[in-house]
C-alpha cells in the first residue's frame, strides 16, 4: 500500500501519468490526487492477465495508468463478447451489484492503481467539489458510450472497422499523440468480438481500406491513418465523440 502525506506532494508520479487527465483523477484537484494516490496500491499485469475476473466480489475499482485491457463478459457454454477497450485514463468496477458481471483482461503490459470501492466513496465524500465533477464527467462517459456504440451499430462490415478505426485514432489523438499513426492494443479477434463480426471480415475490411490508400500498416500493431476523411466518410461517423471526458 503507498502512504503519502501533504509534505510529499512534490514527488507524485500523477503528473506524468497518463491517466491524470482520465474520468477519475481528473476530478481531483493535487490535494485530492495526493489523497487518493495515498489509499491506491500499484500493481502491474502481463498480456491475458485478469485484473478483475468476472463474478470476483465488486469491492474493488482499478485505475489503468498505462496501458490497455479489454472488458469481457464469458458466457456459461465459453463464448465471449468483447463489450469495451480500455485507454490510459479509463477505469473499471463501478458496479451496483454484488459481483462484478464482466472481467478486465490485460491487453500487454498494463500497469493499474488499485483502491478498495470503500474507501474511493469516503475519499468522495471528503472532497464534495471532487464528487460533483466526477458525475459530470460520468454523465459524460455515458453520453459518449452510447455515442459509439450508435457509431459501430447497424453497420456493414467495412464501415464497422473504419469506424473502429477511426475511434481509435481519436482516443490516440486524445491522450496526447500526435502524427497519424496509432497502436492496435487489441488483435483480430478481439476486435471481431467487439465489432460483431468474424476474424476473416475484420482481415478482409483492413485489407480493403489499405489497397483504398485509406490506412497502411506498417506493424501488427500499428495502423497508419492516410486519409482521416476519408476514413469517417466509410465509416459513417456522424460525430466527433467530443463528449468523452478527457
Known amino acids: 500500500m503507498s502512504l503519502i502525506t501533504d509534505m510529499d506532494q512534490t514527488s507524485l508520479p500523477c503528473d506524468g501519468c497518463a491517466g491524470r487527465q482520465g474520468t477519475v483523477c481528473g476530478a481531483f484537484d493535487d490535494a485530492g490526487i495526493a489523497a487518493l494516490f495515498g489509499l491506491v496500491r500499484q500493481q502491474s499485469f502481463t498480456s491475458g492477465q485478469w485484473i478483475i ?32 477497450f480500455l485507454f490510459p485514463g479509463d477505469f473499471f468496477a463501478f458496479s451496483a451489484e454484488p459481483v462484478y458481471q464482466y472481467g478486465a483482461l490485460a491487453l500487454g503490459d498494463v500497469m493499474a492503481c488499485l483502491l478498495s470501492r470503500r474507501q474511493l466513496d469516503t475519499l468522495l465524500d471528503r472532497h464534495a467539489a471532487a464528487g460533483n465533477r466526477l458525475r459530470r464527467r460520468m454523465a459524460r462517459l455515458l453520453d459518449s458510450h452510447a455515442e459509439l456504440a450508435f457509431t459501430l451499430g447497424r453497420k456493414q462490415a467495412l464501415e464497422k472497422v473504419a469506424a473502429f478505426i477511426w475511434y481509435l485514432h481519436f482516443k490516440h489523438h486524445k491522450l496526447g499523440h500526435t502524427g497519424d499513426e496509432c497502436p492496435v492494443p487489441m488483435s483480430r479477434t478481439d476486435i471481431a ?43 459513417i461517423v456522424e460525430s466527433g465523440l467530443a463528449a468523452e471526458p478527457g
Not at 470476483?56 to 465459453?78: C, I, K
Not at 471480415?201 to 506498417?218: D, H, K, M, Q
Open 53 to 84: 475476473e468476472q463474478r470476483q466480489p465488486a469491492d474493488r475499482a482499478f485505475l489503468l495508468s498505462s496501458g490497455h485491457a479489454s472488458v469481457l463478459r464469458l458466457t456459461a457454454q465459453g463464448r465471449r463478447q468483447v463489450i469495451a
Open 193 to 235: 468480438d467487439f465489432l460483431g463480426l468474424t476474424g476473416e471480415s475484420v482481415s478482409r475490411a483492413l485489407t480493403a481500406l489499405r489497397t483504398e490508400g485509406v490506412i497502411s500498416l506498417p506493424e501488427a500493431h500499428r495502423i497508419q491513418v492516410r486519409d482521416p476523411a476519408r476514413l469517417r466518410q466509410i465509416g
